[in-house]
């Protein structure tokens, strides 16, 4: 039986850029102008540390050293948080800045849309380890 | 005169894209909490065991291990083949040996015999089945 891995020079690095632009917007006290005008304040509190965690818990599960179900469910518990992180900027960057965003609007819709669909991956392997687990053996005829 | 733009007040975009932006929050934070727990609820049933999972990385490094151990496999096979062929060959030439060496050890005695004739002798050798066995031609 075969499991996509999550060390994959895209997801890392996307999960450290997350991390890092979190963590340099609270060492600045600054955010981007279309979140600020398209998030309530509390909304813009909980996006900005949704992308220092799910970076870093993101990281952490795809590092994960302990049992592979684990790391793969911490990945995309991660995941789920990075598509929604990305997709709200998304929407906030077309709500403000319309036809002027549209390179950074596909590139962060991009990670989005990378991250929901990596998500519904790991949902798929880990259905099929557990059908796999369920039937009493792991090993080889399970081709998809 | 100057114009200085103002900052932009919270909140200042439409009320329906903080809508949006709060539903989509929403579900993916439900959808992640969501998946964590049942990943967690369900860690038991999805204990596999881990020599029978590969990631795919494991896969690729693997799989130039395997091709080669199944070349080694064919090769110890014919291997094995012909070693079996060889030791049923010489074991073989071992049982003709025996016995032409037998057979030589009862001509000589029968020639050194102080009774020995020519006669008796053409008689003995002539009678002698041992040697019908050998592969060769040249006992005539």
């Not at chain 1, 849309?113 to 369920?134: F, K, N, P």
């Not at chain 2, 020639?111 to 031609?137: E, N, Y």
Request: aromatic share 4%; hydrophobic share 55%.
């Amino acid at each position: 039986m075969i499991v996509a891995t999550g060390r994959s020079p895209f997801e890392v690095t996307l999960f450290a850029a997350a991390a890092v632009a979190g963590a340099a917007l609270f060492a600045a006290g600054t955010r981007p102008r279309s979140v600020v005008e398209a998030m309530p304040a509390i909304v813009q509190d909980v996006w900005q540390v949704a992308l220092v965690v799910t970076g870093l818990v993101g990281l952490l599960g795809v590092y994960w050293r302990g049992e592979l179900s684990t790391g793969l469910g911490v990945e995309m518990a991660s995941l789920a948080g990075l598509g929604s992180a990305t997709g709200m900027y998304a929407i906030a960057l077309v709500a403000v800045s319309r036809s002027g965003a549209i390179a950074p609007v596909a590139f962060v819709a991009a990670v989005g849309v990378a991250s929901w669909w990596r998500a519904a991956q790991i949902v798929r392997d880990l259905r099929r380890m557990a059908r796999a687990c369920s039937a009493g053996t792991t090993g080889g005829s399970d081709s998809d | 005169m100057w114009v200085i733009a103002a900052p932009a007040p919270a909140g200042g975009a439409p009320a329906w894209v903080q809508v949006l932006v709060l539903v989509v929050g929403a579900l993916g934070g439900l959808g992640g909490v969501g998946a964590a727990a049942t990943v967690f609820a369900q860690r038991r049933k999805l204990r596999a065991d881990a020599a029978d999972v590969l990631t795919d990385t494991a896969l690729e490094l693997v799989e130039p291990l395997r091709a080669r151990i199944r070349e080694l496999e064919a090769e110890v096979s014919a291997a094995r083949q012909s070693a079996r062929t060889a030791t049923e060959e010489m074991e073989s030439v071992q049982a003709v040996a025996r016995e032409v060496t037998a057979t030589l050890r009862a001509w000589r005695a029968a020639i050194l015999s102080p009774t020995a004739t020519l006669d008796g002798l053409r008689h003995m050798v002539a009678a002698d089945p041992g040697l019908g066995d050998l592969p060769s031609g040249r006992t005539g």
